[in-house]
């Protein structure tokens, strides 16, 4: 299934033009809407995995047409809509919003520097073992889709599927997103940097010997 999300590599996008590294943000509204959807994420209705599946289920004609931040909140009015938090008439303005019982979640402003510096570590114990070793080759199942849900969230790109590689680095045990944005379960399992040269994924690479390094999940490789 093709994704519109799913952009690595793909041919016809134009040339990558990096920034300056001091612009955060191009536009007054932008730290807001960082900001709003760090908030609504501390309420605790989803996790980081149910929102970047949310912002990839946007349609085809908004994500093409929706800058960097758009996407951020075209993805949270979804998330807000499906979890119950507000209606879409509330999201619309067209009732009058009254205060939720959520909101002795909110963040008062002295809990920000601190939430912000614990981040979400998605390391985890797990009883599921790792089969591969720093240097072992591997390759990448040939399916780039989430095998446990059709259309689902998946953290392999379509680009690295079926292609050989080799283990640069064990993780240890971390949240399986396939499962996570689902509700599925966490289901943690071993992840691994994953190093591919540029020939084992591109026909003509411009650099043949360049390398790109992926974290991939156990159970998107098997031994080559």
Not at 25 to 50: E, M, Q, Y
């Amino acid at each position: 299934m093709s994704r519109v999300h799913d952009m690595g590599g793909r041919f016809g996008d134009g040339a990558v033009i990096p920034e300056a590294e001091d612009v955060i943000f191009h536009a007054d509204w932008h730290p807001r809407a960082l900001a709003l959807t760090l908030a609504a994420g501390s309420l605790g209705k989803w996790n980081i995995d149910v929102s970047r599946h949310a912002r990839e289920c946007l349609s085809p004609q908004d994500y093409t047409a929706f800058s960097y931040y758009e996407k951020w909140m075209g993805g949270l009015a979804a998330l807000l809509v499906d979890s119950g938090v507000l209606s879409r008439d509330e999201l619309a303005g067209k009732t009058e919003a009254e205060i939720s019982d959520l909101a002795l979640k909110k963040l008062t402003a002295d809990q920000v520097a601190g939430v912000l510096a614990r981040g979400g570590p998605a390391d985890r114990d797990s009883a599921v073992a790792p089969i591969f070793a720093v240097g072992d080759a591997v390759i990448t199942r040939r399916i780039a889709e989430n095998v446990l849900v059709e259309g689902g969230h998946t953290r392999l790109p379509s680009y690295a599927a079926g292609v050989q590689g080799r283990i640069l680095r064990y993780h240890g045990t971390h949240v399986l997103p396939d499962s996570n944005a689902h509700g599925l379960g966490e289901a943690p399992e071993p992840l691994y940097a994953v190093v591919f040269p540029a020939f084992e994924l591109w026909q003509h690479p411009e650099h043949p010997r360049d390398e790109v390094v992926l974290d991939l999940w156990q159970s998107y490789l098997a031994a080559a």
